[in-house]
């Protein structure tokens, strides 16, 4: 994502870094997900940087961020980020952010809401992505070795202003489900990098709306 001097503009974020064109003349702001750290670069050099949210293991108020970045197309200040801190005793999630500010230096994050599904496996969040009318869909990793895939692709619905976020499940035998990309007709691409069964080969696989409007029994 990019902060210029008229605030964050939106654009596409993937991955565990994301970067925007800028309304400005400002230089790009690059945000990536580094050693559990939300960290900010100026995109030009000499490429200042910020660490926007501290792992928990430096700071006390910190939290331990990973995973794929995504920003909501309609609110362009909150961020979806992977947020597993304390775990194993508290559950890996996702945590939804309000970022403020618009100059690396000058960053804010503030938590206002987190998304906690049931995991098959070892809980293991990884992608995020945004439909065009706000809901969020998630992927877990699921089962990343032996035995019968088990990676999950979750559709959110709002709002995100809590920990008890509803939920449904889109499917649960993805192989190590991956990064997530929402194209323009919101059909959901997500990259699975382990197949186990010929009609689930590694690759990316696509899911093509109309999804649940609501949440269902799992």
């Not at 790009?28 to 926007?52: D, M, W």
């Not at 945004?130 to 035995?147: A, F, I, P, Q």
């Not at 999950?152 to 976020?165: A, C, G, M, R």
């Not at 489900?177 to 929402?182: E, S």
């Amino acid at each position: 994502a990019v902060l210029s001097g008229s605030g964050i503009s939106t654009g596409d974020a993937g991955g565990d870094t994301a970067t925007e064109e800028t309304t400005d003349d400002a230089a790009p702001i690059v945000l990536s997900t580094e050693g559990n750290n939300l960290n900010a670069y100026v995109g030009e050099e000499p490429f200042e940087k910020q660490t926007v949210i501290p792992t928990a293991a430096d700071d006390p108020d910190g939290m331990d961020i990973n995973g794929q970045l995504c920003f909501f197309p309609d609110d362009p200040h909150r961020l979806i980020a992977g947020e597993d801190t304390g775990q194993p005793e508290r559950t890996p999630g996702w945590g939804i952010f309000e970022i403020e500010g618009d100059r690396v230096g000058d960053l804010s994050a503030t938590r206002v809401g987190r998304l906690v599904p049931s995991y098959q496996d070892d809980p293991d969040n990884y992608g995020c992505g945004v439909l065009s009318d706000g809901r969020v869909v998630t992927t877990d990793l699921g089962n990343k070795v032996e035995g019968p895939p088990s990676g999950q692709l979750i559709i959110w619905f709002p709002p995100f202003d809590s920990s008890e976020v509803a939920f449904c499940k889109l499917d649960v035998g993805i192989g190590t489900a991956g990064q997530i990309l929402v194209d323009d007709d919101d059909s959901i691409l997500i990259t699975s990098s382990l197949g186990r069964t010929p009609d689930r080969p590694s690759g990316v696989h696509r899911y093509s709306p109309p999804f649940p409007t609501g949440p269902t029994p799992e």
